[in-house]
């Protein structure tokens, strides 16, 4: 039997590099997709082929409909998983013009190139969809997360696309039987993860501050409350869902929520420093105990402008109906991020 292809459209990404790295060594022939405007010799394209030298390079903007469509038509893809987008939250407030054509109407010329390739009846469909579209508000269920059922109520404009590209994908599925499925993913993170976003930054302050490279970390609202996994454990559940009979959106989240002020205990105590608070509000520090010496301190530009205070998932579909489990556990993801920046840094 001949090998599956797939594409990933941001391959670059965490979770490109984590989905690329299974399907690969499940057999599948991996082509992921980079801007268009990219040469050989950029250092992302290098970056690519130097980590991931078993994925076939496509060169096609999520904005260009013809350059999809053509993707399609030469590679005829079994399976097609939509990982790029402008994903990091705050940055979406700076820009939600560039946010919304690509996180959102990004998701449509895919989903489109796969139907003017002809392939809407054979070529199945992964809309990576994520928990900010709840935006924890009307969380009137304590001790339970949201399921594929809650009510939707982004707080971002990130957030908005990703409800746009979610409901357009499951639009194509009834309008032209595609086998085309979301995983609604609640925050997944990792040694792959962006240093922009809070929970690498945090496990490369720490490591750096244990180095003595950095003096002290900033933070915005140390008292959200995530649901937080390991993006390895999660690329599972996504090849998971695509190898369904029938298409279908499924929540992959831990059932468990962490406040960032846990992460950051976590992660101090990985190095063995233990922390003091002092103070409230936007005059609250942590001080290593050991040498007095303040090593976080508040600032309100990390502030959002709309705040999601909460986000916790029921992942009961997705363990029942595709056998999902994670193997990685809260304090496990800390360890694992800081030991690897530790290393990376050292």
Known sequence: MAAKTALITGVAGQDGGHLAKLLHEKG???????RGQLEASHPRYQAVKTEMPYVNIVLADMMDIAALTRAMQEIKPDEVYNLAAISHVGYSFRDPILTADLTGKGVLNVLEAVRLAGLEKTTRFYQASTSEMFGGLDYNR???GYDEESLFHPRSPYGVAKLYGHWITKNYR???GMH???G???NHEGERRGPEFVTRKISKAVARIKLGKQDVLELGNLDSKRDWGYAGDYVEGMWRILQQDEPGDYVLATGETHTIREFVELAFKQVGIELRWDGTGESETATDVASGNVVLRINPEFYRPAEVDILLGDPAKAETKLGWERKVDFPGLVKLMV??????EA
């Open 142 to 144: 304590p001790g339970s």
């Open 180 to 182: 085309a499925s979301c």
């Open 28 to 34: 599948y022939e991996v082509y992921g997709t980079l």
């Open 174 to 176: 009834e309008s032209y």
């Open 339 to 344: 030991e690897h920046d530790l290393a990376e």
């Open 184 to 186: 609604i993913l609640f």
